[in-house]
């Protein structure tokens, strides 16, 4: 018969568990996967994650996180806080019970923090291009799916104040009742002070106190049946006596009466909305279902990102690639990336070398990264890092010896690769740790050898790790077998940690154990009994090792020239273009500025040629040939500014620092007592004199006491004079800026209401929230604002009275009163 299985099933069925995901740690990752998801629906599928065998599937989720990843790096997390676990709420509301006030502001704490996520999607579409469609189509199509309810956002958030406080504004009648009660309770007090009044000297303590509902007044228990009343209890010490007098009993059973009907009120309204609640069930499911979603993507890229990791290529066909790939569990400080590569050109690689050199990590972090590319995370490895997607991944790793079983070290080993041999399916990654000891080395080596040969024919890529020469030579000799060792520093006595591949390993023990003050005549005796042959290998393993040592030492401090030459070969071409880019912009300002000063002398010229024809019919011969002199003067002091470069040329202009022989109103003079460039204001007065304005001020000199400014002088009273125009006019267009305040004004007073609800929020999202409603208020020039903030633990109350308390625009506030909202709620009054 055929089996019909649904899509979750068959995924399910291609997922990878069992003792391979804890051998290789992958528990531990998925652990703190899971500890950055933000709702408990989020947390429950980073718990399930588990590596998966569907290629599609792997593709599209690395696709998700990576969208994740450039959406937190652009525009931080998704504000998934609010999201609450509604499912038994909504399963208690479907089967006719009835939400609590609590359960009622979850509902709308949920609703809220659905339309914050598309608001943050909106915002993040108009940051800029590109488009965040563009970028990111799957997080984009799960935050467009969301649904919200504002209609019953907004009820509920009016009608709920706490976890046990309904308001006023929930329903007329409940206002009414409310009211009416309040009222009754005052007259109640006022026939209470009478009879506290009356009989002062039979009460313990003049006051009004509540018992069991019901207001009393403290007597003396000396004066039992003094006072026309119901006893309603007794202090501890029988001194006192709680009675209610008879004259409020009827009053006291109005207020009872009004307290069942209130309740009986309350409870219809909690009916009602949960009634309400349950016609948006499938809307409330089809967003737990989303946000869950949402949760479990970013937190793997909140992973992903705090791990500086890349999303690695997939491929089919066996290929691991894996550039700077770095063990995830190792401190950042501390870890050492590696390069390994298998499954393109041979499908089994043999890690050989010294113990504790990190053969055992590397074949780790080449595991462990396969797993999490498979699960949809991102892996802490370079770019350009490509991975295959496995049928199955097995390993045998670690000692795993047990007295209880009678399992030695050997049979422990041997029991993993007969379970590894018997679950191969389809192209599978084997991952074998110190493959073959345990046991006699030659016949340890010879099972070995067998062992990869089967691996190997039934289409595996196999890594392992060995000491064993055999092995070593097998690989040589083996086409589609590598190669590999782990680097060790033979003078410091520590691993550099870092993969080798194409070179097998040495075990360096000889070497170790004399630098560690083993006796000579010890070693020389170990190394006669080894025959010629294996001391030669051993000693061209290590003479390899030393040459390759130097020639990567020999690269690296070439390609660190080659980067420090083509870094001062960029500096210098840069230096270069910018001196002639700085070259150019020289000569033209020069030449502009020879064509605007002969422009400004053709004007000046022009204009008092104008004027001495104009005047020349008045003038006398003599002063018609002295004006013409100053021109002709004028006109060569031109010329030779323009044809001289240096400052030195500019000042010796003719007319420069000569004494005045005429004053002509408008004209700039130079004061030498003063040492200051002004304007004359008027012409020569009779008395001789004639009046110079220097800045903000005037003052009359003689005509002797004048000379002509220089250019240099002239110049600089030109700039002063233009610095000042230019403040002036900075000072009104910043005046003018008020039309753009009332502007602000008047779009804070249409849109600001003078109530803030912040129940649901977390305390930082409640202050960036406050303060921004607090200017708004003072925009609009709101007077008094009711901020709703609920009991709860009291954290949201104390946040917003410590903002209050410390804001200078604030009056005064206080809690609300009863009908108000009491403790839930504060009032604040603005200056």
Partial sequence: MYEFLSFEESLERKKIRGRVLK???????????????????????????????????????????????????????????????????????????????????????????????????????????????????DICSYIDELQTCDSLLEKIETSILGQDEVSDKASKELSSIRR???????????????????????????????????????????????????????????????????????????????????????????????????????????????????????AKGKYGVENHSFCAGLNTEGRIDLKGARHPLIPKDSVVPVDISVGDGYDALIVTGPNTGGKTVSLKTCGLLVLMTMSGLAIPADSGSEVCVFDRVLADIGDEQSIEESLSTFSSHMSNIVFILKNIRGRSLVLLDELGSGTDPAEGAALAISIIEELRRKNCVVMSTTHYREL?????????????????????????????????????????????????????????????????????????????????????????????????????????????????????????????????????????????????????KAEREKELDKIRRKLRAGVEDLGEDDDEAVESVALSGEPVKEVIKGECYYVPSLGQTGIAESDLSKSGSVNIVCGSMKIAVKKNQLMMPTKAQRDEFMRTRNGKLASKAKTVSVKDNTGDISKARFNAASSTKAELMLIGLTTAEAESKLYRYLEDCVLAGIKEARIVHGKGTGALRSCVQDILIKDDRVESYRAGAQGEGDAGVTIVKFR
């Fill in 472 to 620: 070593k030579g097998y690989a040589e000799t083996t086409e589609g077998v590598m190669n590999a060792s782990c680097e060790f520093d033979t003078e410091t006595l520590a691993p550099t940690y870092k993969l080798i591949t194409g070179r097998p390993g040495s075990s360096n023990a000889f070497v170790i154990s004399r630098k560690l003050g083993l006796a000579k005549h010890i070693l020389d005796n170990a190394k006669a009994r080894m025959t010629t042959d294996e001391l030669h290998y051993e000693e061209l393993l290590a003479k390899a090792e030393e040459e390759s040592k130097r020639a990567q030492s020999l690269a690296e401090e070439n390609d660190r020239l080659n980067i420090e030459l083509k870094a001062e070969k960029q500096r210098l071409e840069e230096e270069n273009a910018k001196l002639k880019q700085s070259k150019t912009k020289i000569l033209n300002e020069l030449r502009s500025e020879q064509k605007r000063l002969l422009k400004e002398k053709e004007q000046e010229i022009s204009e008092e040629l104008r004027e001495l024809r104009r005047r020349s019919r008045d003038m006398e």
């Fill in 180 to 298: 009416e009660r309040k009222n009754i309770a005052g007259g109640i007090r006022s026939l209470l002070d009478r009879v506290i009044s009356s009989h002062a000297d039979m009460l313990q303590e003049s006051i009004v106190t509540l018992r069991e509902g019901r207001y009393c007044i403290p007597v003396k228990s000396d004066f039992n049946g003094r006072i026309d009343g119901i006893v309603h209890g007794a202090s501890s010490s029988g001194q006192t006596l709680f009675i209610e007098p008879m004259s409020v009993v009827e009053a006291n059973n109005k207020i009872a009466e009004l307290n069942f009907a209130e309740q009986a009120e309350i409870q219809r309204i909690l009916k009602n909305f949960t009634k309400e609640v349950v016609a948006i069930g499938n809307l409330i499911e089809n967003n737990i279902s989303l946000a869950s979603r949402l949760d479990y993507v970013f």
């Fill in 23 to 137: 051998t290789l740690e992958f528990n531990k990752i998925r652990d703190s996967v899971t500890a950055k998801a933000r709702t408990s629906y989020g947390r429950e599928l980073c718990e399930d994650m588990a590596p998966c065998c569907d290629l599609d599937y792997v593709s599209k989720e690395l696709s998700c996180v990576k969208q994740a990843m450039d959406h937190i790096m652009r525009f931080g997390m998704l504000p998934l806080g609010g999201m609450r676990d509604l499912r038994q709420s909504l399963v208690y509301a479907k089967a006719d019970g009835t939400l609590t006030c609590g359960q009622l502001l979850e509902v709308a704490s949920f609703l809220r923090a659905s339309d914050e996520i598309r608001r943050s999607l909106t915002k993040a579409r108009s940051a800029g291009s590109p488009m965040v469609d563009e970028t990111e189509p």
